[in-house]
């Protein structure tokens, strides 16, 4: 372990390189890294760190392809190129085609978990921080369609009380997450305060006190003098909560919300794409120049 660090430092110097880890990755990798975030929060330091030319993105492919979006002269590496994820292939170009056809005059709302050619064809990405805020700024009487996730755009709906037209796409992961799990949980740890994710399903955000984003969850969990915590969302996230907050417990909802995908990328990996330069992720410049557009409509509001 030590040599492969030692090795990962080294090349990082020569390749002028820095490591993101997105919170849900295994410890050792958070460990590494230079930061630790939310994708989008990722994909701004990339780009502001003018000091670097290597980006090793340890998420998974949309979140890589963000950062390529947002850094066009750097080289994005994927530890490992199948991390992909499940709910931002639930959605294809031609699907979002149709669905536009057949609702004309909407504005099309996207999660950030979506592939670039998906963003080049919305009018807004969003976040989970930033969904509500960004859907409230959308005129009264402009019909929505919201993809891919139907679960965060069932809160969003919930928040905002506007009507929106919800693809069907879900997180496997967040889903495996239960009412039932947080029922047991909280009879197990009654005084404990329970945070999900918005990507979990309507009956288990009813069940909880706080819903938030990645970085939402750990700013509540920071912020708020409670001692005990049960998490609603993939358990990558225990490990920085844990580590943030060594005086507090920390609880996972449910044992297997573990993305297995996240999972994939490994020190071993990390050593392996710096030294061999592999695997690169970009982004065709015409569906850049679309996707970027998006993404910089939800910064203006954000
Ligand atoms: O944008 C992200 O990083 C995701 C997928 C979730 C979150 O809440 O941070």
Redesign the pocket.
């Known amino acids: 372990m030590t040599s492969i660090i030692t090795r990962i430092q080294e090349l990082k110097k020569e390749r002028e390189a820095i490591i993101l880890a997105?919170?849900y990755q295994i410890p050792e990798v958070q460990d590494i890294a230079d930061y630790v975030?939310?994708?989008?929060?990722?994909a701004q330091t990339a780009f502001s760190r003018t000091d670097t030319k290597v980006i090793v993105f340890c998420?998974v492919h949309f979140?890589a392809e963000t950062t390529a979006i947002l850094c066009p002269g750097k080289v994005v590496l994927m530890p490992d190129i199948h991390a992909g994820c499940p709910l931002a292939n639930m959605i294809t170009p031609r699907e979002l085609k149709e669905l536009k056809k057949q609702y004309p005059d909407t504005v099309v709302v996207t999660y950030?978990?979506s592939s670039a050619a998906i963003k080049a064809q919305s009018d807004y990405c969003c976040?989970?921080?930033n969904a509500v805020k960004v859907v409230k700024t959308i005129p009264e009487g402009k019909r929505i369609i919201f993809i891919p996730d139907q679960h965060l755009g069932d809160y969003v709906r919930s928040q905002t009380g506007r009507e929106m037209i919800l693809w069907r796409g879900y997180c496997p992961t967040h889903r495996r997450i239960r009412p039932e799990n947080i029922q047991q949980k909280k009879k197990l740890y009654p005084k404990a305060k329970v945070v999900v994710?918005p990507?979990c399903t309507s009956s288990v955000i009813a069940l909880s006190d706080k819903v938030?984003?990645?970085?939402?969850?750990l700013k509540y969990c920071q912020d708020y003098q409670d001692k005990e915590f049960i998490i609603g969302?993939e358990i990558g996230i225990l490990h920085r909560l844990k580590k943030e907050n060594p005086d507090k417990t920390f609880i996972a909802a449910g044992d297997l919300a573990d993305c297995p995908n996240m999972k994939l990328n490994t020190l071993e990996k990390i050593m392996w794409a710096l030294e061999d330069m592999e695997s690169r992720v970009s982004v065709p410049d015409d569906i850049a120049s679309l996707a970027i557009r998006s993404i910089q409509r939800m910064l203006s509001i954000t």
């Open positions: 997105h919170n975030g939310d994708s989008l929060g990722l998420g979140m950030i978990n976040t989970s921080s994710h990507e938030a984003s990645t970085c939402g969850i969302t």
